[in-house]
């Protein structure tokens, strides 16, 4: 991952085209989690300090390519300027004429905020036109939004066409050293934590991983088609009867390179989501009418000792139906077992990373990542178009 950083680029006078990835929760006028605007705040102080002006783009939502006030990043805008503590104006739109003007205009130590890119469809469909217009705005191109760098968007690919040099951002920086630590130079043993609900949605970064980890545990609702290819009957709990197969052929794989895969021995189960409370039955006595919402305690001090035996840990995804208070415990259970670990720990994922905030233990995670998808695609080893356009480092 040599890529040319932010550290490496003389910025002093020039204008500098930030993506970032500011795709706050807005309600109301107001933006309720500021968490990726702060993720943001280092790279637009280096510039600043640095002599440079920044203008600023992200998307917000899914406008579906019409400008609209509910996607417009003016809350955006009024908590970015609480935190630089320096003004920051919205531009009417993220092209055209007098957007060109205020760019031009702007004056090192300057920020400029562009309207959400997704107001234009040309900015998901990677247009060549519209990522032109955006690069004739900047002198040079950094790219601090990780979150989306799986995206082929104009304003993360084609426009290293025509604005270089494309370096990283601070953040992009440290997203790309904690995820290629895991996967190139990880201290051993190293233990991978997956959950989430469908065996459809992980099995590439199963496979991938299965060829580099010490061992695997699986837990959430794809863990039951695990089970179910064991030959467990799981009742009414969410089995992908498409992927048994797949599932066994992975633990067959798992035994034969001496991988071991842990799964749940127990689980709380209950009729449905909406139930009150679970009760907690061995896997092997899951009710016929029961289906399974959560890994059982037994479970949880089995996953425990797996992470406890860990120099590196990589975990994504919850260990139940994580958002219902009578089947979060498993997830806030290993999230307090990895804070815990004697070992450098990454975690992505939204549930993920709620669940270490909510078990008051996000400030003994060795690194959080701000991405979702392109956190699961760079682990199972595919190019992401937002590292791929960076310039290579010297």
Known sequence: MAKLTIQQLDVAGKRVFVRADLNAPVEDGAVTDDTRL??????????????????????????????????????????LAALLAVPVPLAPDCVGPEVTERA????????????????????????????????????????DAFAAAHRAHASIDAI???????????????ELEALTRILESPERPLVAVLGGAKVSDKIALVEHLLERVDSLVIGGGMAFTFLRALGHDVGRSLVEADRVETARRVLEAARRRGAPIVLPVDAVVAESIESPAGAVVSIRDIPADRMGLDIGPATVERFAAAVRSAKTIVWNGPMGVF??????????????????????????????????????????????????GAFLEFLEGRALPGVEALTDAP
Do not use: W
């Not at 920020?111 to 036109?129: K, Q, S, T, W, Y």
């Not at 990522?131 to 705005?137: D, N």
């Not at 290293?160 to 440290?174: K, N, S, V």
């Open 38 to 79: 702060r993720a943001i705040v280092p790279t637009v102080q280096h510039l600043l300090e640095r002599g440079a002006s920044v203008i600023l783009a992200s998307h917000l939502g899914r406008p579906k390519g019409t400008p609209s006030p509910r996607y417009s990043l003016r809350p955006v805008a009024d908590r």
């Open 104 to 143: 031009r205009t702007l004056k090192p130590g300057q920020v400029l905020l562009l309207e959400n890119l997704r107001f234009h469809p040309e900015e998901e469909a990677n247009d060549e036109g519209f990522a032109r217009a955006l690069a004739a705005l900047a002198d040079c191109y950094v790219d």
């Open 160 to 174: 290293t066409r025509f604005l270089r040099p494309a370096a990283a951002g601070l953040l992009m920086q440290r």
């Open 323 to 372: 958002e219902k208070p009578p089947f979060a415990q498993g997830t806030l259970g290993v999230a307090r077992a990895v804070a815990s670990a004697a070992a450098f720990s990454v975690i992505g994922g939204g549930d993920t990373v709620a669940a270490v905030n909510q078990a008051g233990v996000a400030d003994r995670i060795g690194y959080i990542s701000t991405a979702g």
